[in-house]
């Protein structure tokens, strides 16, 4: 197979075909949508999230109380580098035909993101512990919530992952495959983005306030 | 001991008290009903032997026609359901003055809390899915939504949603706080029961279902149009559904998140809205309307596109000032971002704020006076002919205006202090709900119903409901404006103000007449059903259409159109008919590809029953098979390899040449005599 077959431009779905290009186009536009609908639900919590650091701590912890910045850099950095990663995925996915490659980035990307689901569950459990539960203010329901909605997020990425890594385990990349490889790292990416949104919001203005 | 722990465990909340007989003779009533309805379906669906056919060919069907139909045939259950509550609601405060009337004041919240809820989310929400579905990729020259799949999960969310509702008349009580559901009235403190979280549910199940149908059009106008079919080519009905598509997508999360935080604080013990622990009703107030103010023009979009091609057709004219009425939808579809506030005036803003959004309020009466100027341009000097769904357009040019000076007049905070949640607002929003939206959907109903079955509807009959619902609703609602202006609020069950006695008589009076509109309706259905052959149209143009929907056979095929037509302007179908291409045979066909039947969508919609209902009844394990059931649906559809089936060119051909050489035989007819049974779907051929 001649490289200039393989380094087309645009959509990654393998050979420079129009047709499966034009097939490709709206599948990927319909997520971009989605994705913008799926924003506006962060920006809400978001929102009511900065109302409530405001007004809503009730006497007890405030944001900046409840900041652990060493846990949240740490986290910061995993899920980054797992956008990373699904960025060496998606490299994978376009140049090489092989699958072996392909699996082993994804892998990675799924460990980094589960070692980020798990430290954030240690900081949920954590808060619980010193009796820093939603229950207690307004202000801590929509910290739980607001990270909690992300935390699904993630969550779901992951079982996504492990549905389209056994479907690429069973019918190699093939095109649907290509595609639904292609929108998850749409989604992961933005789950990168949102984490940016709230790490500044959240715990880089929870530490200093 | 063990023995209640197992009852909870199994059951949840769910006691053998919560099913009928009810309280009061009323709620018995109702809840009978709905079981001997359904009783009866299911009765008369087996003796007549169709559950086969309804199931292979309708319920499992991903064809954006079937799916539209059928949301329709939910709109109209939930609608029936709607203006029963209605008449109650006016039944009880026409003899509430100084007296008890017929329902106690728990019954009366519910009754006015399911009412708007139903009305909203389960019949205009429905209706105009439906039509949008049907008629957009006929419209823009498409063999069906980009997504049928996803467009049949959302038609049975949508159907969960519904479900719910009419279970919520049998199994328990439903909420009493009104169809926006205002915590801290809704929250565990106030409203301990199940009913909130009825509410909670059904509305979840309907605005996640309105997100993916509103991704699912706004992609197929984008990506799917026809060769030549420019945006600015589209009948302006696809621009309203764009418009609407668009508002679905950014004003439906506000929603979901409103709901889901109201739920949380009820299930887990948040703090969100609650009084106490810092939680703050204003934040739902405000998440609430930037959900409900778009939804408001979700809901009159689509008929203001429906309006555009009854209008225009029934002028014999082509629209006038198309582009003025593009931009002027798109305004309406921005400005409705920026009025949300205007629906709490009086809940404590700064008076420049107030000012801020009363101004923004009042503009959006521009862009809306731009519309109803072309449409009365368009009937200038045309030849109109007096079809029902021209009747109801009338209709709604007269009362729309009136309903959009009450508004300006709303929009003034210093007047809407004095009038908030008085009679006058639900004026108000009636006269634009219900000359708007529902008479746009029940003159969609008229308008396309032909092509959908192949037979036009019973024209005196028609003729009938539109006496019978515009004489109804002004008779219902003018009383109103003056109710609220004399200070009686809404949502009261009992006055103590002779004064208001005569009016809410005369109120009531029209609420009988609506229902009478609504057996009407009823009635033109059966009567065209049994002289369907005297009223056939199976050549699919009967009342001399401009786009692309009239073209070929009605009822369509399954593909829509034997090859993709290339446009070369708005009106496409006009211009076929002018160059006499409309009846001719393409140079050659293809094989189509269409999305085959699966069972999946219905699946998905019965666990999100489910799961909500679960949820309601505070059964967890239910509860969590029906989401996980859910995600199954979806995850086991991502492993079906051959999702579509291709129909041979052959098939494709022999239809539409069956076809042509019917229209070949028949006689074409002048539009004065569309109404008579002269009518075969054929127009007089024109030069």
């Given at each position: 197979m001649s490289a200039a077959k393989l380094l087309h431009p645009g959509l990654n779905i393998g050979s420079a075909d129009p047709e499966a290009h034009r097939q490709a186009g709206p599948v990927m536009f319909g997520f971009w949508v989605f994705l913008m609908s799926d924003l506006v639900l962060f920006a809400l919590l978001l929102a009511t999230y900065s109302a409530m650091t405001r007004h809503g701590t009730a006497g007890g912890p405030t944001p900046a109380d409840i900041t652990d910045l060493k846990s949240a850099a740490i986290e910061t950095a995993l899920l980054l580098t797992s956008s990373f990663t699904f960025g060496m995925a998606s490299l994978a996915l376009k140049y090489r035909e092989d699958t072996g490659r392909l699996f082993a980035w994804l892998a990675v990307t799924a460990l980094l993101g589960l070692g980020f689901l798990g430290l954030e569950a240690m900081d949920f459990a954590k808060l619980a512990g010193e009796g820093a539960v939603p229950q207690r203010s307004g202000f801590l329901s929509a910290h739980f919530t607001l990270l909690g909605m992300h935390f699904l997020h993630v969550a779901a990425g992951l079982a996504w992952m492990a549905v389209v890594a056994v479907q690429l385990a069973m019918w190699g990349l093939c095109r649907a495959v290509r595609l639904r490889i292609m929108r998850l790292a749409l989604f992961w990416h933005m789950l990168d983005i949102v984490w940016i949104a709230l790490f500044s919001f959240v715990f880089l203005a929870g530490a200093g306030s | 001991m063990s023995h209640l722990d197992w009852t909870d465990l199994l059951?949840?909340?769910?006691?053998?008290?919560?099913?009928?007989?009810?309280?009061n003779m009323i709620a018995t009533f109702a809840a009978m009903l709905v079981v001997v309805a359904a009783l009866l379906t299911a009765g008369l669906i087996t003796w007549y032997g169709k559950w086969r056919a309804l199931w292979s060919?309708?319920?499992?069907?991903?064809?954006h026609k079937k799916i539209g139909i059928m949301y329709i045939v939910i709109a109209f259950v939930m609608l029936s359901r709607a203006v029963i509550e209605a008449a109650l609601i006016r039944t009880q405060q026409a003899f509430a003055v100084n007296a008890a009337g017929v329902v106690g004041a728990d019954h009366f919240g519910q009754l006015f809390t399911t009412h708007g809820s139903v009305m909203i989310f389960f019949m205009a929400m429905p209706f105009l899915s439906g039509v949008i579905n049907y008629v957009l990729p006929l419209q823009i020259g498409a063999r069906d939504l980009v997504f049928p799949f996803m467009n049949a999960v959302g038609l049975w969310l949508t159907a969960a949603g519904a479900a719910l509702l009419m279970a919520s008349l049998v199994i328990g009580e439903f909420s009493?706080?009104?169809?926006?559901?205002?915590?801290p009235f809704t929250e565990l403190a106030y409203s301990p029961g199940e009913g909130v979280d009825y509410w909670i549910w059904a509305v979840t199940l309907s605005s996640l279902g309105s997100t993916l149908t509103g991704i699912n059009f706004a992609v197929t106008i984008y990506k799917k149009r026809a060769p030549g079919m420019d945006l600015f080519r589209m009948p302006l009905f696809c621009w309203t559904a764009l418009c609407t598509a668009i508002l679905m997508i950014f004003a439906m999360p506000p929603l979901t998140v409103a709901t889901g935080l109201l739920a949380l604080d009820r299930?887990?013990?948040?703090?969100?809205?609650?009084?106490?622990?810092?939680?703050?009703?204003m934040n739902y107030a405000n998440l609430f309307w930037l959900f409900g103010h778009p939804e408001v023009y979700i809901l009159i979009l689509p008929a203001f596109g429906i309006w555009s091609e009854v209008i225009s057709t029934f002028s014999g004219k082509r629209l006038y000032g198309y582009s003025s009425l593009v931009f002027a939808t798109m305004a309406i579809a921005v400005l409705s971002f920026t009025v949300w506030l205007h629906h709490f005036f009086t809940m404590g803003q700064g008076a420049n704020v107030n000012a801020a959004f009363g101004i923004a309020t009042m503009t959006i009466g521009i862009p809306t006076g731009v519309k109803v100027y072309d449409w009365l341009l368009t009937m200038y000097r045309g030849r109109i002919r007096l079809a029902a769904p021209m009747l109801f357009a009338i209709t709604f040019l007269l009362c729309f205006v009136i309903g959009g000076l009450t508004g300006i007049i709303l929009a003034n905070p210093s007047v809407d202090f004095a009038v908030h949640n008085s009679l006058f607002l639900v004026a108000h929003f009636h006269n634009m709900l219900i000359p708007g939206t529902l008479f746009g959907m029940i003159a969609a109903y008229m308008f396309w119903f032909p092509k959908a079955f192949g037979y036009r509807l019973d024209e005196r009959w028609g003729v009938i409901a539109w006496g019978l619902w515009s004489a109804g609703f002004l008779l219902a609602f003018m009383p109103l404006y003056a109710l609220g202006l004399m200070g009686a609020m809404r949502r009261t069950a009992q006055f103590f103000e002779p004064a208001y006695q005569a009016w809410l008589y005369a109120a009531w009076a029209g609420a009988g007449l609506i229902f009478c509109g609504l057996a009407a309706l009823f009635i033109q259905l059966w009567a065209s059903i049994r002289k369907r052959a005297m009223l056939a149209v199976p050549l699919g143009d009967p009342w001399d259409g401009h786009s692309l929907e009239w073209w070929g056979p009605a009822p369509p095929p399954e593909w829509n159109f034997p090859v993709i037509p290339k446009v070369k302007e708005t009106e496409a179908f006009m211009r076929m008919k002018r160059e006499g291409t409309a009846y001719e045979e393409p140079d050659s066909y293809e094989d189509i590809e269409m999305p085959r039947n699966t069972a999946i969508p219905v699946v998905i919609g019965a666990a999100g029953f489910v799961a909500a209902f679960a949820l309601t009844w505070h059964i967890w394990w239910a509860a969590l098979a029906g989401v996980l059931a859910m995600w199954g649906g979806v995850i086991w559809r991502s492993f079906e390899t051959a999702p579509n089936e291709i129909i041979p060119a052959q098939e494709v051909s022999e239809r539409w040449n069956a076809f042509l050489a019917a229209a070949r035989k028949a006689q074409g007819i002048g539009r004065r005599d569309e109404t008579t049974a002269a009518n075969r779907g054929l127009a007089e051929h024109q030069t």
């Open positions: - | 059951f949840g909340q769910l006691r053998l008290s919560d099913f009928p007989p009810k309280g060919e309708w319920l499992t069907s991903l064809d009493t706080g009104g169809w926006s559901g205002y915590p299930y887990a013990g948040f703090h969100f809205f609650t009084n106490a622990l810092g939680g703050d009703m």
